[in-house]
């Protein structure tokens, strides 16, 4: 099996890539290295069947010529973090929307299925118990830079669900809460590495607005198993499933239970969201899935604890090495990179 990762230099991506090529797959990777970066594969490099193209979905011909030497895809490829999407909404949007279409096009004309990543985004701030895959969306002003992710996103949505009515595309699409665990970075926002690698620096945690809002957060080392049984299991086509971890936590317990975990004696320092973001920033004050669709069709049931969670980001933090220096000497001797 030949399977296209877009993004696959991303944190989610480079897990997947590693979790393919142990099943047996041979792997291409296309992946513009925006926001990811090759020492995401760094585990898999050696891996004779790992191919990694640099491109960006927004080429067209790139696009075609990738999706045209697999037998499927798994689209990952997106501007993401919330940092990342309120500082640049144009980069954001075009890279969602546009280049989630090539790939919507590029899998139509070549007849091979797809798996597309979505988001809890979507959901915006509706705090219902559990959100299930048909809950309302919640969405504030299309003028506020932070709903431009869930918007281009829920377009992404039903465009692969026009696509699937109108031109028989197999596409799968899932909803990822808030997935999280080793090299995933904290510099576009995600707030658990964040967290931790302030713990390991002796700096005060950030914690924004009152720290009372609260989130799932599951293991990436749960959600890619699951993500890719969703995408070889024929009755998942056309549908949408969420992934998400099974406990509600506090930011700020999240911080303590960091604080308590690493050791450190760093203080929490609570930021209020006008200074963290953009004035006039909205936060979500609660997520929650409702995982029992996935549950019911392939079993899905996340067992990782939030504190494993936490120790998983720690140990990764300390054992990581300069990127930049694995990059320049490792990647063009282990990996064959390609530009286009
Ligand atoms: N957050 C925080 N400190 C940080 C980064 C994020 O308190 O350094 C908060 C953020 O405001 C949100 C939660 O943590 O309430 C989760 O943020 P993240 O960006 O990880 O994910 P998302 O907002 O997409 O759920």
Redesign the pocket.
């Known amino acids: 099996m030949r399977t296209l990762v877009t993004g696959g230099a991303g944190f989610i991506g480079g897990h997947l890539v590693e979790h393919l090529l142990e099943q047996g797959d041979e792997v291409l990777v296309l992946d513009d290295l925006s926001t990811g970066s090759l020492s995401n594969l760094r585990t898999s490099r050696r891996h004779p069947g790992l191919e990694v193209e640099i491109g960006s979905i927004l080429d067209p011909v790139a696009v075609n010529d990738a999706v045209g030497r697999v037998d499927r895809v798994f689209h990952l490829a997106a501007a993401v ?3 990342l999407i309120v500082e640049h909404p144009l980069q954001s949007l075009r890279t969602n929307i546009h280049g989630t279409e090539n790939i919507l096009m590029a899998c139509t004309e070549k007849d091979v299925p797809l798996l597309l990543a979505s988001t ?2 979507i959901y915006g701030k509706n705090t219902a118990d559990k959100l299930s895959e048909d809950a309302d969306r919640i969405l504030g002003s299309p003028l506020k830079s932070r709903w431009t992710y869930a918007a281009a996103k829920g377009i992404d949505e039903s465009f692969a669900k026009a696509y699937h009515d109108e031109h028989g595309l197999q596409v799968t699409i899932v909803r990822l809460f ?1 997935t999280v665990g080793p090299r995933q970075k ?1 510099r576009y ?4 590495p ?2 931790v690698g302030q713990a390991l620096r002796g700096e005060p945690l ?4 009152d ?1 009372r ?1 609260t ?1 799932c957060f599951s293991s990436v080392n749960d959600i890619v198993p699951a993500v890719v049984r969703l995408a070889e299991t024929p009755a998942a086509v056309g549908q949408a499933f969420n992934l998400g971890g099974q406990h509600e936590i506090a ?1 700020l317990h999240l911080a303590s239970r960091i604080l308590e975990i690493t050791g450190s004696h760093s203080g929490i320092r609570l ?1 209020p ?1 006008d200074q ?1 973001y953009a004035p006039g920033y909205e ?2 004050r609660r ?1 929650v899935p409702d995982n029992a669709k996935a549950r019911e069709l392939i079993g899905f049931d996340p067992q990782t604890s939030i504190d494993d969670i936490i120790a998983g980001v720690a140990a990764g933090l300390l054992n990581s090495v300069d990127e930049d220096d694995w990059v320049m000497s490792q990647a063009g001797a282990d990996l064959q990179v390609a530009t286009s």
């Open positions: 973090g919330v940092k809890s985004e808030n904290g926002g995600m707030v658990v964040n967290l950030t914690v924004f607005g720290g809002q989130r930011i930021v969201y963290a936060d979500m997520r």
